[in-house]
């Protein structure tokens, strides 16, 4: 068993509260020291009471999905002899009603480029495999409902 702490902390300051027009801006601080600017989307609660520049917790949640899976192939294809020279994931997730009819973001595409070297190169059908086992040893893509699809290039072997 692991487990795993996030201190979230936000700060009313001087604005009213009652209005709904307060700030959405809070951090992040994690146990490594790394503190990040956070805030709701601006999508879901328009600017000023949403910080643009800041992480929200949508996208947040794509990223720790595309990061779990980018770290569980850069594992697998390691232990199968794979050189990964880069990895590079634009991935995209969509908001919408769900089936019970409500909000969540219910489906996070994947979509990475990965650039092999040395002298061993992967067919595309390893590649798929790889990315299939990847997605069901995830601890991430385990945890959710979500639905996660991997829309990786034909010529990612490459």
Known sequence: ??????????????????????????????????????????????????????????????????????????????????VVDRYVDQAVGVMQKNAEGRVAVTRVALRPRIDFGGERRPSAEEVDGMHHRAHEDCFIANSVKTEIVIEAPLNAAA
């Open 1 to 82: 068993m692991h487990t795993y702490e996030a201190t979230i902390a936000w700060e009313r300051g001087q604005e009213k509260f009652t209005d709904n027009r307060y700030s959405r801006g809070h951090r992040w601080s994690f146990d490594g020291g790394v503190e990040v600017p956070a805030s709701s989307s601006p999508s879901v609660v328009p600017e000023p009471m949403s910080v643009a520049a800041a992480v929200d917790p949508e996208e947040a949640f794509v990223a720790a999905i595309s990061s779990c899976h980018m770290l569980t192939f850069l594992w697998i294809a390691g232990k199968a002899g794979f």
